[in-house]
């Protein structure tokens, strides 16, 4: 951030009239670097899980943590999923009280 500002604060007093336009396309570098960071990085297994099932949760996680902690951490991601069920239906019937929705209005 601070080299942003500092690289900014050069542009802007270089006098050219052009100069926004360097800050704009600099400005643009690391978003287009996240970008790319983003295209090589593996779908959530929680994710995975909830649309596409257990088996693509789990070729997600092997290579991730081993076979082991693999089948582990997909018990506990199964485990969570049953209970998230559970915890959404209470959360609607909350939801409908009387103090919860004068709030929410």
Known sequence: QVIA???CCLIAHNGD???WRWMLGLAA???IA???GLLC???????MLRHRGPDAASRILVPLR???EAEIELQELLDEAQS???NKAQAW????RRGVRRALA
């Not at 990085?41 to 994710?47: I, N, R, T, V």
């Not at 019937?93 to 409908?96: G, I, P, S």
């Open 93 to 96: 019937v909350a939801m409908k």
């Open 5 to 7: 500002s500092g690289t």
């Open 29 to 31: 570098v690391p978003s």
């Open 17 to 19: 009239p052009a100069g």
């Open 66 to 68: 081993g076979t082991k």
């Open 41 to 47: 990085l593996p779908e959530s297994p929680a994710w």
């Open 34 to 36: 996240m970008f790319l």
């Open 84 to 86: 998230g069920t559970a």
